[in-house]
């Protein structure tokens, strides 16, 4: 570093204590680890690209029916860079859903979700079926046929839970049926209220991780 970023930064952290974020966030102690511990790291990345590829989808994309898969022609075939966009933000769903996976399912096979990480836990269950009512939300919107039957189906086997299944429906539908209020809705959710909630959750999450500290690998007896 030349003197004089090294002056900027002693001038920035006397002011607003920025090398204590840094090294509280980057530079902790560690345990002996392996691969299997980047999955969480992996999950992040992940959902910080479905939020900027998301972004940039939503300049183009036309939330109606009438519109919907035109507008994702449009941004597969004329736009600037679109079909990358979009085939990013389409496979990086898929690949995020078995990420958080494979994260969770690391943090069980070494018993990370032991005291004193059951809250993390906790927060990690929240974020799986945050992430996976994006992507149930997310398939609905390029509404073509597979969309639709889909999602026709997947809210009709939420109409099946006892006692309350009728009422789930209908919130999920907005009314008996998947129309353009069912279209406007998912949107609306996978857009704003699910992103909120992941990235919310993540901050605890995150949060919680490095108040803890990463766990150490199991000994064969432990
Ligand atoms: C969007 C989803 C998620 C993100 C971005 C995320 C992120 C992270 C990161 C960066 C770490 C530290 C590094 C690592 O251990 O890999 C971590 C640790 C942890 N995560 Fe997640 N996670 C997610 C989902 C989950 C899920 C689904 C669970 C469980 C149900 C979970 C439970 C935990 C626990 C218990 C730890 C502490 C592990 C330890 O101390 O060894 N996380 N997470």
Known sequence: MTPRAERFID?????????TVWTTVFDRKIPKVNWWYTLGSASFFLAAMQAATGIFLSVYYVPTPEEAYISIEYIMNDVAFGWLVRGVHHWGATLMVVVVFLHMLRVFYYGAYKYPREVTWLTGVFLLLVTMGLGFTGYLLPWNQRAYWATAVGTSIVGTVPLVGDFLLRVLRGGEDVTLVTLTRFFGVH???LPAALFGLMGAHLYLVIRNGISYMPKRDE
């Open 11 to 19: 001038w920035l952290d006397e002011r607003a204590g920025v090398l």
């Open 191 to 193: 857009i704003w209220f």
